[in-house]
């Protein structure tokens, strides 16, 4: 049995409702530390789903994406500095104003929770991005949304595995960088940009998040395990 709950994983509970989403957190109590909510489990179990995920030792993080004008962004923000919150995520395409509302709600509120821009989305590849921004280069914009995150004081950015090298480029060291897009083993989804949890690790991500993968396994722990001899290998390879 593992237990080592100071690994980077960070696990995407996208589960279809409440009951899949404890039963499945349950076994990984001591395993796993960071758990990742979205839209669905959000929408289903609001508020109340955070205080029970965080009662059981997670640390929770609320992956909405928030993109409005910023006077409604802080407010949200302000709303969800309450809730005990690891991090929550705002989209960088709402701009630098909106991430600097949100920064200014979550210090007034006198909150820790950390604050992170979502660059370009990992399952957009460039063709998919012309038609989102036509005549407009994909690593451009997640160049200049890098910037914009780091000039907004916001925490850290969720980009692509490849993007890293990038990112540390543009911001050095000064954002935490959060990496979806990362496959353990082949399979074929709308993830485009991804890349293992090794290489993820091996460029610098600061955490990996996984949902899938981990979700839809017929032995959860022993896929946790894997990556975590895969996150492993990857701060082996960093040394070199
Ligand atoms: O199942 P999978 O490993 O693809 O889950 C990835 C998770 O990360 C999903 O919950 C998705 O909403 C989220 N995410 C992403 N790409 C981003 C930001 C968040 O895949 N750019």
Redesign the pocket.
């Given at each position: 049995m593992i237990e080592n709950r100071n690994h980077p994983l960070i696990l995407?509970l996208?589960t279809h409702d409440l009951q899949e989403a404890r039963e499945f957190l349950a076994p990984l109590r001591s395993v796993l530390r960071y758990v990742?909510v979205?839209p669905r489990l959000w929408t289903l179990g609001g508020a109340p789903l955070v205080s029970e995920i965080r009662d059981q030792g997670f640390d929770v993080f609320l992956?909405l994406k928030l993109h409005d004008i910023p006077n409604t962004v802080a407010a949200a923000v302000d709303a969800m500095s309450d809730l005990g919150l690891w991090a929550l995520t705002l989209h960088s395409g709402g701009g630098k104003t909106m991430l600097e509302a949100a920064v200014s709600a979550r210090d007034d509120a006198e909150s820790e929770m950390v604050l992170l821009g979502?660059s370009v989305?990992?399952?957009l590849d460039q063709p998919a991005w012309d038609r989102v921004c036509p005549g407009c280069s994909l690593n451009e914009a997640i160049k200049s949304r890098t910037e914009l995150c780091a000039e907004s004081g916001m925490d850290g950015l969720?980009c692509s595995p490849l993007d890293l090298a990038m990112v540390r480029q543009v911001a050095g060291e000064s954002l935490i960088t959060v990496v979806?897009?990362?496959r353990p083993w082949k399979v074929s989804?709308d993830?485009k940009r991804s890349a293992t949890p090794a290489e993820a690790i091996c460029s610098g991500a600061d955490y990996i998040?996984?949902?899938?993968?981990i979700i839809q396994a017929e032995d959860p722990l022993s896929a946790v395990s894997s990556i975590f001899e895969q996150i492993e290998e990857g701060f082996r390879c960093r040394k070199k």
């Open positions: 995407a996208d990742k979205g992956d979502v989305l990992t399952s969720v979806p897009g990362v989804d993830q998040v996984v949902g899938r993968p």
